[in-house]
């Protein structure tokens, strides 16, 4: 199975390892990705500019089709404007046209037919939880975890149609084939605080604090995120005195899987990021 790799602007900068696990991973279930030039996808022109926002997705699904694949990203910010561009495009005529004739001034053509699919429920709804139940070979420790679902990719539904956006569990049903225990919390589905930090440090702070505490509350070890922004909100050097003063671990689900599939430490990026000891003798 070949896909596009859309990494998004993020990830090669401040999560390097959320790239080098994803690549791993992908390559451990029999993915090949493939790497386009692909550019923004749009979302931080979307409060100034709502056509250049949808066009910078809209350009992307056009490189994709060129070479007739699909995409694939593990950020959910870019998923979510992916799929809101797609809605767009194909709800709006005038919009179209104008998105059509940009397209035709690079000699290039999309005809709609490119999905975007994020990693997780390209996991579960392509390749399947009991198919990569039966891959993994290393039992991994009865953590107590929390998932961080991540906005964009959960609303709106009618656009995204990822999971129920409210009480979706893909997400958790993923985690729990690797040994690791899913616990119930409050604030799964609300935003991490990210998307304001430039803008509004303390109230992205306040978000991040009121989360660490639900977290905790719910007797949660780690926090486990599949989304660019939620990662680098758990992580920033700003905010990681916080996650340290809350005794809660921010971790990538591409690390915890790929972990239990038998994928070397190496390739998971933990010689960057050290997290924990994922395996149990």
């Avoid at 998923?79 to 709006?92: D, M």
């Avoid at 702070?205 to 639900?214: D, E, P």
């Amino acid at each position: 199975m070949k896909l596009a790799y859309f990494p998004g602007c993020k990830i090669n900068f401040y999560l390097k390892d959320y790239d080098t696990s994803f690549k791993s991973l992908m390559e451990k279930l029999g993915v090949d990705l493939v790497q386009l030039p692909f550019n923004c996808c749009g979302y931080p022109a979307r409060s100034t500019s709502f056509e250049v926002s949808v066009f910078s997705s809209i350009r992307n699904f056009a490189l994709a089709r060129k070479y007739d694949l699909d995409i694939i990203t593990p950020c959910k910010c870019c998923f979510g404007q992916l799929k809101y561009a797609s809605y767009q495009w194909h709800e709006n005529k005038e919009l179209k046209q104008k998105m059509d004739c940009l397209l035709a001034d690079e000699n290039l053509f999309w005809d709609g037919k490119t999905k975007i699919k994020h990693l997780l429920s390209f996991l579960y709804d392509d390749i399947g939880v009991l198919e990569i139940k039966k891959k993994i070979n290393h039992k991994l420790p009865e953590k107590k975890i929390v998932t961080q679902y991540g906005c964009h990719a959960l609303r709106p539904f009618t656009i995204t149609g990822f999971d129920n956006p409210h009480a979706p569990q893909i997400f958790e049903e993923l985690i729990n084939i690797t040994g690791f225990k899913t616990v119930e919390w409050s604030k799964s589905t609300e935003c991490c605080g990210n998307p304001i930090y430039e803008t509004n440090k303390n109230l992205s702070l306040k978000i991040l604090n009121s989360k660490l505490n639900a977290a905790l509350e719910s007797g949660a070890d780690h926090i486990c995120t599949a989304c660019t922004h939620c990662q680098i909100q758990y992580t920033d050097l700003s905010f990681q005195n916080e996650c340290q003063k809350h005794h809660i671990t921010p971790v990538l689900f591409t690390q915890i899987l790929g972990a239990a599939l038998g994928i070397k430490k190496e390739k998971l990026g933990e010689d960057r990021l050290p997290i924990f000891d994922l395996r149990v003798s």
